[in-house]
C-alpha cells in the first residue's frame, strides 16, 4: 500500500491549494478514502470522506462549504480543493484508507503527508 500526498504549500488567509493523493497497491476502487489533518501539537483531525463507488461526500462542519473532496477511480488518485483557507487550516495533511468512521484502523498506513501553511 502506498499513498502519496502532493500540492501542499503556503498561503495566505483567503487562498487556495489543490491537494492530491496517489494511490497504490490496493483496490482503490473499492475503498471509501478519507483525508485527515494534524496541526502541530495536536492530534488527528478528520476532514472529508467519500465513499467508493458512489462517491457521496463528508465534510467536517469546520470545511463545509470551503472544500471539495473528490475520486478519480480510473486514475487512482484522491483529491481535496481548499478554498477560502483559514488560518485553523494550517496542518499536515494525510489521506487515508477508509471512511469517517473506519479510517483510524489505517492511520498507520498513512501516507508521508503534505504541508498546508495559512500565513499572512
Known amino acids: 500500500v502506498q499513498l502519496v500526498e502532493s500540492g501542499g504549500g503556503k498561503v495566505q488567509p483567503g487562498g487556495s491549494l489543490r491537494l492530491s493523493c496517489a494511490a497504490s497497491?490496493?483496490?482503490?476502487?473499492?475503498?471509501?478514502m478519507t483525508w485527515v489533518r494534524q496541526a502541530p501539537g495536536k492530534g488527528p483531525e478528520w476532514v472529508s470522506s467519500?465513499?467508493?463507488?458512489?462517491?457521496?461526500?463528508y465534510y467536517a462542519d469546520s470545511v463545509k462549504g470551503r472544500f471539495t473532496i473528490s475520486r478519480d477511480n480510473d486514475k487512482s488518485t484522491l483529491s481535496l480543493e481548499m478554498n477560502r483557507l483559514k488560518l485553523d487550516d494550517t496542518a499536515v495533511y494525510y489521506c487515508?484508507?477508509?471512511?469517517?468512521?473506519?479510517?483510524?484502523?489505517?492511520?498507520?498506513?498513512r501516507g508521508q503527508g503534505t504541508q498546508v501553511t495559512v500565513s499572512s
Open positions: 487515508v484508507r477508509g471512511g469517517r468512521r473506519t479510517y483510524s484502523i489505517y492511520w498507520s498506513s
Open positions: 467519500i465513499s467508493d463507488a458512489l462517491a457521496i461526500t
Open positions: 497497491g490496493f483496490s482503490f476502487a473499492t475503498q471509501d
